[in-house]
T-cell receptor, first 109, second 115 residues
Framework: GQNIDQPTEMTATEGAIVQINCTYQ??????LFWYQQHAGEAPTFLSY??LDGLEEKGRFSSFLSRSKGYSYLLLKELQMKDSASYLC??????????WGAGTKLIIKP | GAGVSQSPSNKVTEKGKDVELRCDPI?????LYWYRQSLGQGLEFLIY????????KSGLPSDRFSAERTGGSVSTLTIQRTQQEDSAVYLC?????????????FGPGTRLTVL
């Protein structure tokens, strides 16, 4: 079967760095997406990785290792507004997005 | 341009009634997705459309759920004889196509409460 694993919840301090991991087992691979979802709001697109390596976009970076079935989202210089759930989604061979359950990130002052 | 819109934003209904949820995708997007999200949970895939066709209906929870899309644009998700377990946020997303890297853009969702 297809499976995406993420930690359920993480806590970090304002100004610090946090890494949210995602491991996956899917039927084929056509890229991995990270989305941010604030409470009561719709998910918004953060990043897309299809090749191995690190993609940097401001304070957020996303890493992919296809051989290990592993990705992480790195958030630097954490701000209170980064408190949200972070969703990992993998596009399988049928171009369907398979979603993890999401990681709730709590930022403390 | 305008993003994905959904209506109504909130719907409260009584058990056993039928409800219809509407999604208006981004103009020009050929792929449209429906998801369900219960409180504190991840996204549960329901159905997707490529144009007006629904190649994959495997996620629909029961035969009380149906969806259609007309004119390659607006889609409606209908739930017949609603049950309390149907209470959730129903999210719609659209993407330009259905290929590598085609990003899904989400609407604000419809919060359905079945009393």
């Amino acid at each position: 079967g297809q499976n995406i694993d993420q930690p359920t919840e993480m806590t970090a301090t304002e100004g610090a760095i946090v890494q949210i991991n995602c491991t996956y087992q899917t039927s084929g691979f056509n890229g991995l997406f990270w989305y941010q979802q604030h409470a009561g709001e719709a998910p918004t697109f953060l990043s897309y990785n299809v090749l191995d390596g690190l993609e940097e976009k401001g304070r957020f970076s996303s890493f992919l290792s296809r051989s290990k079935g592993y990705s992480y989202l790195l958030l630097k210089e954490l701000q209170m507004k980064d408190s949200a759930s972070y969703l990992c989604g993998v596009m399988d061979s049928n171009y369907q997005l398979i979603w993890g359950a999401g990681t709730k990130l709590i930022i403390k002052p | 341009g305008a993003g994905v819109s959904q209506s109504p934003s909130n719907k409260v209904t009584e058990k056993g009634k039928d409800v219809e949820l509407r999604c208006d995708p981004i103009s020009g997007h050929t792929a449209l997705y429906w998801y369900r999200q219960s409180l504190g949970q991840g996204l549960e895939f329901l159905i997707y459309f490529q144009g007006n066709s629904a190649p994959d209906k495997s996620g629909l929870p029961s035969d009380r759920f149906s969806a259609e899309r007309t004119g390659g644009s607006v889609s409606t998700l209908t739930i017949q004889r609603t049950q309390q377990e149907d209470s959730a946020v129903y999210l719609c997303a659209s993407s330009l196509g259905q290929g590598p890297g085609d990003t899904q853009y989400f609407g604000p969702g419809t919060r359905l409460t079945v009393l």
